[in-house]
């Protein structure tokens, strides 16, 4: 069955580096993979959708890169802020659905201390 | 407008009573979605609607009633619901065909049954 794996249940960074956050997929062949955050009681905001012709993918702060040799996502944020603080989830389309919904990953719990 | 609203944003309910959530988007989108989400999981697909028809039912329990009246409305009617059914329910839309566009999520209703 199809599986999305987000390794690290927390990451603990200091303000001003790099956060690099992991999503890998086994039995899938996904065209799409997005990334949303999450902050506590509140839904997903989307972030970015990167195809699996695309190899990288930036917005402002944020890059994501795609390898579908490795079946694995990695999501950077540069210069982090206390306020990136928040659980960020991977996402991909359900195979095989012919509406398109997606499942998501466990999430990583990015806290970036001051 | 690119707001998904649900209401209400807070539900106290008894196993014997009949609720309803609801969302509402004015987006245009043609696919919409319900999802429930457990404490430290992620959000987990129950219904799809595309064009106001349901196309996906995630094998949801019955006392779980979708109902989508306009392409801008979607509900979820509870009915005899168990306190294990106590999660935050996530209402999404997206142009249909997600996946490959990005699903904008409603703030979501936080639901406890007693």
């Known amino acids: 069955s199809q599986k999305i794996e987000q390794n690290s249940e927390a990451l603990n960074i200091q303000e001003g580096k790099t956060a690099t956050l992991t999503c890998n997929y086994t039995?899938?062949?996904?065209?799409?993979l997005q990334w949303y955050r999450q902050d506590p009681g509140r839904g997903p905001v989307f972030l970015l959708l990167?195809?699996?012709?695309?190899k990288e993918k930036r917005k402002e702060r944020l890059k994501v890169t795609f390898d579908t040799t490795l079946k694995q996502s990695l999501f950077h944020i540069t210069a982090s802020q206390p306020a990136d603080s928040a659980t960020y989830l991977c996402a991909l389309e359900n195979y095989g659905g012919s509406q398109g919904n997606l499942i998501f990953g466990k999430g990583t719990k990015l806290s970036v201390k001051p | 407008d690119t707001e998904v609203t649900q209401t209400p944003k807070h539900l106290v309910m008894g196993m014997t009573n009949k609720k309803s959530l609801k969302c509402e988007q004015h987006?245009?989108?043609?696919?919409m979605y319900w999802y429930k989400q457990k404490a430290k999981k992620p959000p987990e697909l129950m219904f799809v609607?595309?064009?106001?028809?349901?196309?996906i039912n995630e094998s949801v329990p019955s006392r779980f009633s979708p109902e989508c009246p306009n392409s801008s409305l979607l509900n979820l009617h509870l009915h005899a619901l168990q306190p294990e059914d106590s999660a935050l329910y996530l209402c999404?839309?997206?142009?249909?065909?997600?996946?490959?566009?990005?699903?904008?999520f409603g703030q979501g209703t936080r639901l406890t049954v007693v």
């Open positions: 999404a839309s997206s142009q249909a065909g997600l996946g490959s566009t990005e699903a904008f």
């Open positions: 609607y595309s064009y106001e028809k349901l196309s």
């Open positions: 990167i195809r699996e012709n695309e």
């Open positions: 987006m245009g989108h043609r696919a």
């Open positions: 039995n899938y062949s996904p065209a799409y």
